[in-house]
């Protein structure tokens, strides 16, 4: 199966200043005035066409679309990434699609642009994120690590019902070795390691959880380097 990975887009979208509120202006004027060199516009229209040009059964994003989870820059992600989107994408959100509650309350800002290429839901009424994807003979799982936090924090946790449930989900199909897809990571390389502000919270339980589940690979973003 060929597998196209990207994630940590973080999209530059210019957004008007009235339009945003708390935490958001600050986590703005920070991406505006500091961060926004990192994502020049000409890298991204770069990858879309290298995209464009590959042969893949399927392409993950593994979240961080946008930088403040403005409705402006999931707008402008969902046009400018609207030429790959298509039955192979398998999309999940990251702590910046995550960014802020009213993100989420009433109206799920990510899955308003996006839920078409976010899979399956397990059951029809959920308190929790658990997505799905069959692409060839390989199941993909999505869990949803983010949740806002406070200006300094960039943490994650997975809730264990999210990873019992993943195990009844492919019992159920009779599936083996999914491709997992969650936004922070399990592990980093000894020089590679996160701070407790940056880390997913439970990394160490979920970890002794998987080999109930067997993942054939792990795909994640939230680190850059």
Same mark, same amino acid.
């Given at each position: %199966?060929?597998?196209?990975?990207?994630?940590?887009?973080?999209?530059?979208?210019?957004?008007?200043?009235?339009?945003?509120?708390?935490?958001?202006?600050?986590?703005?004027?920070?991406?505006?005035? *500091?961060r926004k060199?990192?994502?020049?516009?000409?890298?991204?229209?770069?990858?879309?066409?290298?995209?464009?040009? %590959?042969?893949?059964?399927?392409l993950i994003?593994?979240?961080?679309?946008?930088?403040?989870?403005?409705?402006?820059?999931?707008?402008?992600?969902?046009?400018?990434?609207?030429?790959?989107?298509?039955? *192979?994408?398998?999309?999940?959100?990251?702590?910046?699609?995550?960014?802020?509650?009213?993100?989420?309350?009433?109206?799920?800002?990510?899955?308003?642009?996006?839920?078409?290429?976010?899979?399956?839901?397990?059951?029809?009424?959920?308190?929790?994120?658990? *997505?799905?994807?069959?692409?060839?003979?390989?199941?993909i799982i999505?869990?949803?690590?983010?949740?806002?936090?406070? %200006?300094?924090?960039?943490?994650?946790?997975?809730?264990?019902?999210?990873?019992?449930?993943?195990?009844?989900?492919?019992?159920?199909?009779?599936?083996?070795?999914?491709?997992?897809?969650?936004?922070?990571?399990?592990?980093?390389?000894?020089?590679?390691?996160?701070?407790?502000?940056?880390?997913?919270?439970? *990394?160490?339980?979920?970890?002794?959880?998987?080999?109930?589940?067997?993942?054939?690979?792990?795909?994640?973003?939230?680190?850059?380097?």
């Amino acid at each position: %199966m060929r597998i196209v990975h990207i994630s940590d887009i973080h999209l530059p979208t210019k957004i008007p200043i009235f339009s945003l509120s708390g935490k958001m202006v600050v986590g703005y004027l920070s991406y505006a005035l *500091r961060r926004k060199k990192k994502y020049p516009i000409h890298i991204f229209h770069a990858i879309i066409e290298k995209i464009q040009s %590959m042969d893949y059964d399927c392409l993950i994003i593994s979240g961080d679309l946008t930088n403040v989870s403005s409705e402006y820059e999931f707008k402008k992600a969902y046009d400018l990434l609207s030429s790959v989107l298509d039955e *192979r994408t398998f999309i999940i959100p990251g702590n910046h699609d995550r960014y802020v509650k009213n993100a989420i309350f009433p109206i799920d800002l990510f899955d308003k642009y996006f839920k078409k290429f976010t899979g399956e839901k397990t059951l029809l009424k959920e308190n929790f994120y658990l *997505r799905f994807k069959k692409i060839k003979d390989r199941v993909i799982i999505g869990w949803d690590s983010n949740f806002p936090n406070s %200006m300094i924090k960039a943490t994650g946790y997975i809730d264990k019902k999210v990873v019992l449930s993943t195990k009844i989900l492919l019992q159920g199909l009779n599936a083996k070795n999914p491709i997992l897809v969650c936004h922070h990571p399990l592990w980093n390389p000894d020089d590679k390691h996160e701070s407790a502000y940056h880390r997913l919270i439970n *990394r160490d339980e979920i970890l002794s959880e998987l080999n109930a589940i067997s993942p054939i690979v792990y795909l994640h973003g939230h680190v850059h380097s």
